[in-house]
């Protein structure tokens, strides 16, 4: 309830942003002053009496909340500046009622509440509205001064005061000339500086607007290059797991053993042998041997540039593996060159058969195989 009472007070349809900002100042005001009257009221009637001051005073009273209410209303309708204007006639009405039953000479007092209404206009309405709330100031003075002076018998006040009216006049008239220039004065220096106040805070929010802009911006920028990022690093480990089973098929095929009859397997051998080459070579022959059963294993090296002990030893001890599961080992493609070399650096083959080419090795084997044919049927015969 609060909340929407909070809202409603300030929920005032003014466009200008000074005027929108001293709105609810005035309207504090004049709610304040209009609840003082209606608070008021009840007591002037309940002491009203047959005497024409208090009877003034009851009126006072009323033409206050009347021209309050009509204040109120004006400023809740966004008429500030004719809200102002009509508060300030109401106070000039109540003051005017006060003065002029007891005359300017006995009412000095009365006198300084005409800074009210004129330090109001002169702070929150126009250089117009001020002028006239002063004239009309002066003027309500005058008229009581020409009441006092010349119809004594209207006021409450005795003819025997000696108290000059044109003193009195005259030194209200510069009071409130002087208020009324210190006023004009100041409330244009004011509303100056709060002119430019707002332009620089609206300056300051499109600032603010522009810099959330381009954070925004850069943000969304940020996230962009990040989601690509991203992807290249996904791309990139897409790419590195194709390479790496790249890799490993294609050294699987570095060494690779062939069936090239029933029985017999071919491996054969291009490029430098390294250590991961060689335990691949050795790991193929002996699955392909077990697998096939196979019973021999040629070894064609007519594609590896040099034989060094290193390639020796990778030989050797595939063949030893492949002698142990019952297959013999032929070598095949031995060129002049790398013979010289083997020569040269001692290295021993007598465990393995050698022959000059993949034919003839194909062909010792074909002419083993009948000639075991043929003894086993004459032993069987």
Known sequence: MWNN??????????HDPIERRQAPLVQGMLIGLLATALLALPLALMTLGPSVSQWLGVTSDLLGILFTASALVLLRRGRFNLSILMATIGMLLALAL????????????????FALPITLVGLLSSRRNLLLTIGLSIAIVIIASIIERFAPLLVSVPTSQSAALVNIISTFILIVGLIGLFLDRFSRSLRNALTDSLAREEELEQLRASLETNVAERTASLQQALQEGEQRQARLAQALDDLRISQTTIHELSAPVIPVLPGVLIAPLIGALDSARAATLADNILGTVERTHADRVIFDITGVPVVDS??????LEAATAARLLGAQTLLVGIRPEVAQTIITLGIDFAALATYPSLQEAVAAILTARADNGLNSAERAW
Request: glycine letters at 4%.
């Open 98 to 113: 006060s003065v002029i039953p007891a005359g300017p000479r006995t009412s000095a007092s009365i006198l300084i509440a």
């Open 310 to 315: 290193h390639v020796a030893k990778v030989l």
């Open 5 to 14: 009472l909070r809202h409603w007070l300030n929920d005032i349809p003014i």
